[in-house]
């Protein structure tokens, strides 16, 4: 898990490097799909760090859907193998 939350800060960071440069961009689907497996916390990290994608409101909407599926996938696994 430490993994893709490394991977998420890297790619916020090389995602606002290329928005700033104006070279090719990271699709946001991406950064969604970090969020869904696990990656919401290092995802945050660099929102916050290299302060990127923080004011797209489409963005956070389905960046937010994300972080509540992962966290309630989880917690329905963690109720299923405990009881």
């Not at 990271?26 to 916050?48: C, D, N, V």
């Not at 909407?61 to 405990?82: D, E, G, H, K, P």
């Amino acid at each position: 898990m430490a993994a893709i939350n490394v991977l998420s800060v890297v790619l916020y960071g090389m995602d606002k490097l290329a928005a700033i440069k104006q070279w090719q961009r990271t699709p946001e689907k991406h950064f969604h799909y970090l969020a869904l497996f696990s990656g919401w916390p290092g995802s945050l990290a660099g929102q916050m760090l290299f302060n990127h994608k923080t004011t797209k409101v489409s963005f956070r909407r389905y960046f937010y859907l994300m972080i509540f599926f992962n966290v309630a996938s989880t917690a329905a696994y963690i109720y299923y193998i405990n009881r």
